[in-house]
């Protein structure tokens, strides 16, 4: 039978609408599939389905399948391997819903004892504990338990309002939540003032800590240094009176204002004059001594007068008033 201009058209424009929805699909972005609220999470990638003009059944079943990690994928894997002919998407649809909704009596269970304030609003609270009782807690019982989670208070305020409005109570506890918080936030802001000034105060304590260690090591290192020193020089004045030696002779007494060391005792016991510096200098041990330079008005050595009767005597043996340098 041949196919008809209607046919031709229908098949014409499903096939311009597939080639649309390929185009718009890649834009949809699924989240991650939220388990503890499945028909939530349905309605938001619908939204994106509507956004984007995705109608075809088939396209949606594939973008579901594409997207869904494989922990959620195995519990519709038959659904996946055979699938339905028709509304393939709404079949893994009812199934992951049905699996992943909570049971009444989880729900409930954890309305009565794990739902509270925290850092919520009362109103936020009350929306969420709607949602676990759903139509299964009445409107006065849901009340009595939402006023047990908010702060005694607020609590006791709102006891004092004849009011079975939940929505209403809600608000007001919201602004008398509101009206406390620059309270809190101020001492928040003591506390947490009062904890930055403990650490600095801390990090000074350590800091001083840290100098008087260095102190007390800088004064045992100039202790030891000052030890040290005295020990050497000790050491050094010892080697010193060690290294003297007794410089022995036979002088000869005369009138002079000043003891004279003649030229032939420096030159036996090795003994130099440094008469730039003032020192009379050892030349085999090393050593010096600090001498004093004076003046004096005698041009020579004069043992007697020249009237003297000795005098005559003295001229025939020159050598006891005029020493030789030279050994014999």
């Not at 290192?221 to 002779?249: G, L």
Request: with cysteine; proline share 4%; hydrophobic share 35%.
């Amino acid at each position: 039978m041949p196919e008809s201009d209607a046919d031709k058209f229908s098949d014409a424009s499903d096939a311009l609408q597939i080639n649309e929805e390929i185009a718009e699909i890649r834009k949809v972005k699924f989240p991650e599939f939220w388990k503890s609220r499945p028909a939530l999470w349905f309605a938001q990638i619908e939204a994106q389905f509507l956004v984007h003009n995705i109608r075809s059944d088939q396209t949606k079943f594939n973008k579901l399948v594409c997207e869904l990690d494989y922990s959620i994928l195995e519990q519709v894997a038959d659904i996946i391997e055979s699938p339905p002919e028709k509304d393939r998407y709404n079949t893994i649809k009812t199934r992951l819903i049905k699996q992943f909704t909570e049971s009444e009596g989880k729900r409930l269970r954890k309305l009565l004892n794990d739902v509270e304030l925290g850092d919520q609003r009362p109103s936020g609270l009350l929306r969420k504990m709607k949602l676990l009782a759903g139509d299964k807690v009445g409107s006065e019982l849901l009340q009595s338990i939402w006023m047990q989670r908010l702060p005694e208070n607020i609590r006791a305020i709102l006891a004092s309002m004849d009011s079975t409005d939940n929505d209403k109570l809600a608000e007001i506890a919201d602004k008398i939540l509101d009206a406390r918080e620059p309270q809190i936030e101020s001492v928040q802001q003591l506390s947490t003032n009062t904890f930055n000034d403990l650490n600095s105060l801390k990090e000074e304590i350590r800091s001083l800590r840290a100098e008087i260690q260095n102190l007390k090591r800088d004064r045992s290192f100039q202790f030891h240094e000052s030890r040290n020193r005295n020990r050497s020089s000790s050491q050094s004045r010892q080697k010193s009176r060690s290294a003297c030696r007794p410089y022995k002779w036979i002088f000869q007494i005369a009138d002079v204002a000043c003891p004279i060391l003649g030229a032939d005792f420096l030159k036996q016991h090795g003994l130099l004059v440094d008469v730039l510096n003032k020192r009379l200098i050892d030349t085999t041990t090393k050593l010096g001594t600090s001498c004093v330079v004076k003046r004096t008005t005698h041009s020579g050595i004069f043992t007697v007068h020249n009237d003297s009767p000795y005098h005559q005597l003295l001229k025939q043996f020159p050598s006891i008033t005029n020493p030789s340098l030279i050994n014999k």
